[in-house]
């Protein structure tokens, strides 16, 4: 006798249908699995057989199990769900035409408990012609942010079998457990940071803009722990966004808790991360930081200790925000829109322009230092941000001050992220994407220049060693700044701010000798 469960495999982000066809007959006792399945699929076996032993059944004699379509490769545990209902029905516990409009998905324990999968909601992305999907209880919330047809969590094979033969529904009443949580408010705010007034407008103009962003800085002043407060005062993610971020996340296993209520992502990967784990690769071609970052923030620290073969990956994706990760055994294509934030010191010992402190590298040195970073990726990242060393005094009164008034760091966090969503929502009506993407004569329509502003772009470009990137990126951080005040035309001060934003163009002129 014959039956078909429906699921789905994953290749990359994309979702193919599966058709786990199921026969069973008398005769030597044997399991067989075939349809090109991996090693978790090969011992789905004992997992099934153990199930459906612990509801009480015996197990048929011959069974067998295809998985179709035969040409594409299998991975995971996600199959076993349905592995097992193909076995009840085939052998009469289920009527056949009750599982027709059902997709199944989630592994097996041999108690006959279901546990949750990775890549969910990527499954979920493609309907099969399907009108209920049985998922497991702990993968519920994200199965109904992908779906419209009907979820149903469950947590034991039991509660399928009562559901599908007696339509017992199991309980969804998902309690502390699993309810929409209140939503977290951070204990991270831009009141934490002591002085680096520069370095707090930049962030504020990167996330207006969506800009790329680089500090430069001594060890100690700062740098990361402005960094880390660039996702709260992005916007929070729209549904259609969450879903993107999510596929990624839950392809990987990583905790969706923060991107389920709209939380920018923020990834930080050690300046020792390989190349495919940056861009995305392995035996199972899975997605890396720059995925992972998708919709959010990538940052990376001590910039120019990166490998150089890794930064030079990243061009690609800050260009198309996507990745295609390319082995011998196939291609996959990522999403790669993420917002690079990096930090690095002035110079190979840290101390250049440190008061009280003397650097000990010499010209070649600094010049080598500056040397790691291409110029192809430096073209990408529009704010520069020199960074100073905070006095310890300073330090002192910003940690004293927070004591006394507890509840007013959140203030400025707030009042920040209400005019960056302005600043956001002003350029998606105008032009439909945000300022760090303009180019070319998209560029050109958005840019209406006041008579000073024009005047000083004129000396600008005058000079000798002024480039046309650099004006590019001169021009669209202008452009936020202007609709950070709800301005039409860029000024002069919008022009003088956006070339202050050139850190590394100054340490490059004190290492030759400027």
Do not use: W
């Amino acid at each position: 006798m014959l039956a078909i469960a429906k699921t789905a495999s994953l290749y990359g982000i994309e979702c193919v249908p599966v058709r786990v066809e199921g026969r069973i007959r008398a005769g030597k006792s044997s399991f067989q699995i075939i349809g090109l399945g991996d090693v978790a699929i090969r011992e789905a076996r004992e997992r099934v057989s153990s199930a459906i032993r612990s509801l009480g059944y015996s197990l048929p004699d011959q069974i067998l199990i295809n998985l179709a379509p035969a040409e594409v490769k299998k991975e995971g545990s996600c199959f076993d769900l349905a592995i097992a209902v193909s076995i009840l029905c085939a052998a009469g516990v289920v009527e056949k035409s009750r599982i027709e409009s059902v997709e199944f998905y989630g592994e097996l324990g041999l108690d006959g408990t279901i546990k949750s999968v990775r890549g969910l909601l990527p499954l979920l992305s493609r309907s099969l012609d399907t009108q209920e999907l049985l998922v497991p209880y702990e993968n519920l919330r994200e199965a109904q942010l992908a779906s419209d047809e009907q979820c149903i969590g469950v947590r034991t094979l039991r509660e399928v079998l009562e559901y599908l033969s007696k339509g017992l529904a199991p309980n969804q009443d998902q309690g502390e457990e699993g309810s929409q949580p209140e939503p977290l408010k951070s204990r991270i705010t831009l009141s934490d940071i002591v002085g680096q007034q520069k370095a707090k407008e930049a962030l504020t103009i990167a996330a207006a803009g969506g800009h790329n962003l680089l500090f430069v800085g001594p060890p100690g002043c700062g740098k990361s722990m402005i960094a880390e407060r660039l996702p709260q005062i992005l916007p929070p993610l729209s549904r259609s966004e969450r879903l993107e971020a999510v596929k990624v996340a839950s392809i990987c296993g990583e905790p969706l808790e923060m991107l389920l209520q709209g939380k920018a992502p923020f990834r930080s990967p050690h300046h020792t991360v390989s190349d495919v784990a940056l861009t995305g690769g392995g035996l199972q071609l899975r997605p890396g930081e720059v995925s992972l970052a998708h919709r959010g923030v990538l940052f990376l620290d001590e910039f120019p200790e990166f490998r150089r073969t890794a930064l030079e990956a990243l061009r690609a994706p800050l260009e198309s925000g996507k990745v295609r990760v390319v082995r011998a055994r196939g291609s996959v294509e990522y999403p790669a829109s993420f917002q690079l934030v990096a930090a690095m010191n002035r110079c190979p010992c840290g101390r250049l322009g440190v008061p009280g402190t003397d650097c000990t590298c010499s010209r070649n040195e600094l010049l080598r230092y500056l040397g790691k970073l291409s110029q192809p990726i430096l073209d990408r990242i529009d704010l520069q941000v020199d960074c100073e060393a905070v006095p310890l005094s300073s330090v002192k009164d910003g940690y004293l001050s927070s004591v006394r008034e507890p509840d007013s760091p959140c203030l400025e966090t707030e009042s920040v992220r209400e005019r960056v969503e302005r600043a956001r929502l002003l350029q998606l009506e105008r032009q439909g994407c945000t300022n760090g993407t303009l180019s070319g004569s998209l560029l050109r329509k958005v840019i209406t220049l006041g008579p000073e502003a024009e005047m000083l772009l004129n000396a600008l470009i005058n000079k000798r060693d002024f480039s046309a990137r650099r004006l590019v990126r001169i021009l669209r951080v202008s452009r936020t700044l202007a609709d950070l005040e709800q301005r039409k035309k860029i000024s002069d001060t919008d022009i003088g701010l956006a070339v202050s934003f050139m850190a590394l163009s100054r340490i490059e002129q004190f290492a030759q000798g400027g």
